[in-house]
């Protein structure tokens, strides 16, 4: 079974900034997959954060989060990275990533934020925005 790892949460104050890091393991290469960021907040559903292409092929945000956070892939490290900047207490949540294989980016209407496409998840990190 393919376990995705995060890492990076934590606790900061509204307007500080946090990176938070995906690593697969070996033999599991993320260039091939679509990967994204997804959230879950006490009470709330699951919703989609970012995404970013096989091989870096585009990169997709919810309008919540463009302009703060910023998505990107390190195929040397294979390694997939969300940088937040700019957060806001409603952020919080446990913050994960997922990978999929990507076909449904190939729509004309990429439906990257459908949690249920996504075969592979990692266990979650917490992120804590103090106001």
């Known amino acids: 079974e393919v376990q995705l790892v995060e890492s990076g949460g934590g606790l900061v104050q509204a307007g500080g900034s946090l990176r938070l890091s995906c690593a697969a393991p070996?033999?599991?290469?993320?260039?091939?997959?679509?990967v994204s960021w997804f959230r879950q907040a006490p009470g709330r559903e699951r919703e989609a954060v970012a995404c970013i292409g096989d091989r870096s092929d585009g990169t997709y945000y919810v309008d919540s989060v463009k302009g703060r956070f910023t998505i990107f892939s390190d195929t040397a490290k294979n390694t997939v990275t969300l940088t937040m900047d700019s957060l806001k207490p409603e952020d919080t949540a446990v913050y994960y990533c997922?990978?999929?294989?990507?076909?449904?980016?190939?729509?004309?209407?990429?439906?990257?934020?459908?949690?249920?496409?996504?075969?592979?998840w990692g266990q979650g990190t917490q992120v804590t925005v103090s106001s």
């Open positions: 997922a990978a999929a294989i990507p076909l449904f980016l190939r729509d004309q209407s990429p439906l990257w934020f459908r949690a249920d496409l996504y075969d592979y």
């Open positions: 070996s033999g599991f290469t993320f260039d091939d997959y679509a």
